[in-house]
């Protein structure tokens, strides 16, 4: 069962701003794109189907503390560490780190938790459910 995932990221100057710092709101696409490698690494998809039904992973809560700029074309490593699995949703734990003259500096660290729902293709409409066996069996700590 997985319940760590880690993967490196290089700063995009698109994701800059005009200091050539990384603009805040792209830590939190850093975030997500590395929840989706996290699922996809367990052959499994934050956008599936499941018995018939479209399942999903909306945002509950997300919040970042920014401790040290990113810059264009920085290396960064990217952890993902499940805090909390409950019935229905799965908390992650962010840590965004650089390597520096042979030390480990703390950019950032995020939050984000996450509530699995089936939503129906036609009004859109989202229905909370228990996180499904076939997923909680590869993710449950």
């Not at 229905?127 to 066996?133: F, H, K, L, Q, V």
């Amino acid at each position: 069962m997985a319940t760590t995932y880690t993967t490196k990221r290089r700063v995009e100057f698109a994701e800059t701003d005009m200091a050539g710092i990384m603009h805040f709101s792209n830590f939190y696409r850093w975030m997500e794109t590395v929840e989706h490698e996290f699922f996809r690494s367990l052959g499994i998809s934050i956008h599936m189907q499941i018995d018939g039904q479209h399942v999903g992973w909306p945002r509950l809560e997300t919040s970042c503390k920014f401790k040290r700029p990113l810059k264009f074309e920085d290396e960064a490593t990217v952890h993902l560490i499940i805090e909390e699995i409950t019935t229905k949703t799965i908390t992650y734990c962010f840590k965004i780190e650089k390597e520096e003259n042979g030390e480990t500096l703390h950019i950032a660290r995020g939050k984000m938790t996450t509530v699995c729902v089936t939503f129906e293709s036609g009004t859109g409409k989202l229905t909370a459910i228990p996180i499904p066996e076939i997923i909680r069996k590869k993710i449950d700590p």
